[in-house]
């Protein structure tokens, strides 16, 4: 604006001056060439009225540097001529002034030099002789005089302009230092222009507008963070080019990286080619997806192209990690690859055995041991279906009576139950501790501790022991089993729960396990919201803690009886 100021005063100014200079120019030179006009009418006048009286005479006698006179016959012969010789010039007939004076009395003509700078102006009269006299004189043109102006009036534009360039910068500063003073936050407390208030009052409307735009937009925006820094799945959003706008930190932990990598290409994040091809296929088709392990997860990629008005303007990325559900996926699988091979076993000892009575192939003396191989094994088939059904409750969260139950007593019964196997074995069962009372499931922990405590006695050593503690200790209540059995090796630790996992196969099957006593185990405690801890060595036994909290989330079941 200050330029706009500036530059429009200069232009003013020089435009002022030049129309100044023309105007004067045009009255100078009408005013001139009027009063030389008359002048050289006046000194015609006189001189015509000498020659009347004196003839050549008078002509010889004049001496003028500036007017020329010439007199002339009424055929246009020179008859005199004060600067050039009469003889030497032309005939004048064809002159205008000649032939006006000679029609009218008077006459007058003018003609330009060859320059254009200078004209001779002609002023004739008719004699009453019938001859004519003539006289020219040589004036200035426009030209001219504005060659004669010219440097006077470069220094006057010089000195307006001077004059007009401090002016400008003064008055410039002065208009445009109230605006650049102006409060655009607060744009009604402005003290300046009248005239601008109505634009201070629409910026102030705008301001309120964008105020209230740009809260809602930081609100969104850290909605937007909440939500997605909240988020288990790993988010990142890119525009068509690949460069990342937006990464959870989800994203961040999977992909290793931080908030530093927003504005960068997704490139400098991952370069993965399967990642890379799908991002490529969703902005060319609308989605692309694959799996892929990180770090001993399974991730899901999904990536889905956005749109606006029709036109892809970026991808949003996600990744699921679905490593439960792959796991869950394989035990399934397995599960079932287990059970019907635990189910068919047995059927085939079964239908065996029934095959060979049926076609009298069994003596009499072996019938009993056939049809009790058949009970074995139908009872066998009865406990894996048992242990399964326990298993798929615990794992769906089935409802079951709970109550208050005293785990002292509890082990001690569960002991006495195994009493007769313990002795078959040859291992010592010895319970001590405390009475602590939890409520929960009698079933379930009555299994649990069984399951524990036969496990114990059967993979044992001849004349072992086994020996079982209930304590508590603050909010806790625990039921430590200790064998001197053969131990389990640190690699199977891990995965002793887990169902159909048996360390010693020759001996499970030995010992009529199904596989998934530890696995009901591990659901049953989880199931009152407690634990399971492990130690076990080789050729140094066991010990096997079940850890659980005192108040349970079944407390209340018990209360609202």
Excluded at 315 to 325: G, K, M, N
Aim: with cysteine; charged share 25%; proline share 2%.
């Amino acid at each position: 604006m200050k330029k706009k100021i500036f530059g429009s005063i200069m232009l003013i100014a020089t435009t002022v001056l030049i129309a100044s200079f023309v105007i004067i120019i045009g009255y100078l030179y009408t005013y001139f060439s009027s009063a030389e006009k008359q002048h050289i009418k006046d000194e015609l006048n006189l001189a015509c009225s000498a020659v009347e009286l004196n003839g050549i005479d008078y002509l010889e006698k004049v001496e003028s540097h500036r007017y020329r006179l010439t007199w002339i016959d009424a055929e246009g012969l020179v008859l005199y001529d004060s600067v050039a010789d009469a003889k030497e010039l032309e005939n004048h007939a064809d002159r205008a002034e000649f032939i006006e004076a000679m029609a009218y009395g008077e006459g007058e003509s003018s003609r330009y030099s060859s320059t254009l700078l200078e004209k001779q102006m002609y002023v004739a009269r008719r004699l009453k002789d019938g001859s004519v006299l003539r006289i020219s004189i040589g004036v200035a043109t426009v030209g001219h005089l504005v060659l004669g102006m010219l440097q006077p009036f470069v220094t006057v534009l010089a000195v307006a302009l001077l004059l007009s360039l401090l002016f400008a910068n003064y008055l410039s500063k002065r208009i445009v230092e109230p605006l650049n003073k102006l409060d655009l936050d607060s744009p009604l407390e402005n003290e300046g222009y009248d005239e601008i208030a109505p634009l201070l009052v629409r910026l102030n409307q705008q301001r309120l507008k964008i105020d209230a735009q740009m809260r809602n937009l930081r609100r969104h925006a850290d909605e937007f963070r909440q939500i997605t820094a909240s988020m288990r799945e790993g988010l990142v959003l890119m525009d068509t080019r690949g460069t990342i706008l937006s990464i959870n930190p989800a994203a961040q932990r999977l992909f290793r990286a931080d908030e530093d990598c927003v504005g960068e290409d997704f490139l400098t994040v991952d370069r993965d080619p399967g990642i890379i091809a799908i991002v490529k296929e969703a902005l060319a088709t609308g989605h692309g997806e694959m799996r892929a392990e990180r770090s001993g997860q399974v991730y899901q990629f999904d990536v889905s192209r956005i749109e606006s008005e029709g036109e892809p303007i970026g991808a949003v990325l996600i990744a699921f990690d679905i490593t439960e559900t792959e796991r869950a996926e394989r035990h399934r699988r397995e599960f079932t690859a287990n059970v019907s091979h635990e189910l068919k076993t047995p059927l085939q000892g079964i239908i065996g055995s029934a095959e060979l009575i049926e076609r009298d192939m069994v003596r009499p003396e072996d019938m009993q041991r056939f049809v009790g191989h058949i009970r074995n094994e139908a009872q066998r088939m009865v406990t894996l279906i048992g242990d399964v059904i326990r298993l798929s409750q615990l794992e769906e969260g089935a409802d079951m009576p709970v109550e208050p139950i005293d785990l002292f007593s509890l082990v001690k019964e569960v002991a006495r139950d195994l009493e007769d196997l313990a002795q078959e074995r040859g291992v010592d069962v010895a319970v001590k501790g405390e009475s602590v009372t939890i409520n929960g499931v009698r079933l379930l922990l009555y299994e649990a501790v069984s399951n524990l405590i036969d496990n114990a006695i059967k993979y044992n050593v001849e004349k072992g022991s086994v020996r079982v503690k209930v304590t508590s200790d603050n909010d806790e209540a625990k039921i430590v089993v200790r064998d001197t059995g053969t131990g389990i090796a640190s690699e199977h630790l891990s995965r002793i729960f887990e169902r159909f996992y048996r360390v010693d196969r020759s001996h499970s099957k030995a010992s009529g396990g199904t596989g998934l006593g530890l696995s009901i185990v591990k659901h049953a405690v989880q199931y009152h919201g407690g634990k399971v801890d492990i130690e076990s060595e080789p050729d140094h036994g066991t010990e096997i803690t079940l850890i659980f909290p005192l108040t349970n989330h079944l407390d209340h079941i018990v209360a609202g009886r």
